[in-house]
């Protein structure tokens, strides 16, 4: 069973492009978490999606960026116009609806986005 | 805002038991104790998790105190490897809006030679 699968693993982009993240869950999870990691900080959630659903957005940015989990293919965070203070690790979870025992969330590797 | 308190920093000789210490007085009830760890660079590795019960897998054993306050992360017989930051964290299980990991600052944890 495959794990959280993220690509790019390492994008670099100059300052006012576009950067597109992808990320396929788990075979059978349906419900995906974005987290972002500043360079020596700690990890902040951003977005929590289901299938078509946004959940929780509440970790993120008011501009610029946006998150989509359709009900075909991986889930997609976008940057527009980027600037260097993106300039991050953006880790993708995802989890099963299940609650008895407490699902696990899984983590992806991450994508290193650079912006120049 | 994380639930849990855990000290910055430990470290543990190779090969000896490496206790890591988590509070969690406001826990509640429908609240499991999850631990994760992120190696440098690399994404969050989920570890163990449990409600009440003391658990076991093939990385550690956790324990939880029987008023779920507190809880230690136990790895047997550290390695180098296993040198990482350490999170320990209050999560409601399922998928509501409730559901999602809140990252602390974790515990460094330092395996020396």
């Known amino acids: 069973n495959a794990g959280v699968m993220q690509n790019p693993r390492h994008l670099v982009r100059r300052r006012g492009q576009e950067a597109r993240l992808r990320c396929s869950p788990m075979?059978?999870?349906?419900?995906v978490y974005w987290y972002r990691q500043l360079p020596e900080e700690g990890l902040k959630f951003m977005v929590y999606?289901?299938?078509?659903?946004?959940?929780?957005e509440s970790g993120m940015p008011k501009e610029r960026f946006s998150a989509e989990f359709p009900k075909e293919g991986p889930s997609i965070l976008r940057i527009q116009q980027v600037v260097r203070g993106d300039s991050a690790a953006y880790f993708c979870?995802?989890?099963?609806?299940?609650?008895?025992?407490?699902?696990?969330?899984?983590f992806g590797e991450g994508s290193w986005l650079t912006v120049v | 805002d994380a639930k849990t308190t855990q000290p910055p920093s430990m470290d543990c000789a190779e090969g000896r038991a490496a206790n890591l210490p988590c509070n969690h007085s406001?826990?509640?009830?429908?609240?499991?104790v999850y631990w994760y760890r992120q190696i440098h660079s690399q994404g969050p590795q989920y570890i163990i998790h449990?409600?009440?019960n003391n658990e076991t897998n093939e990385m550690a054993s956790l324990i939880i105190t029987e008023d779920r306050k507190s809880s230690t992360l136990i790895l047997p017989h550290a390695t180098l490897r296993d040198t990482a930051v350490y999170y320990c964290?209050?999560?409601?299980?399922?998928?509501?809006?409730?559901?999602?990991?809140?990252f602390g600052k974790g515990i460094t944890l330092s395996v020396r030679p």
């Open positions: 979870a995802s989890s099963t609806t299940g609650v008895a025992s407490g699902n696990t969330i899984y």
């Open positions: 075979k059978g999870h349906s419900h």
């Open positions: 999606l289901q299938k078509e659903n946004i959940i929780d």
């Open positions: 406001t826990i509640s009830g429908n609240e499991y």
């Open positions: 449990g409600l009440k």
């Open positions: 964290i209050v999560r409601v299980a399922g998928t509501g809006a409730n559901s999602k990991l809140t």
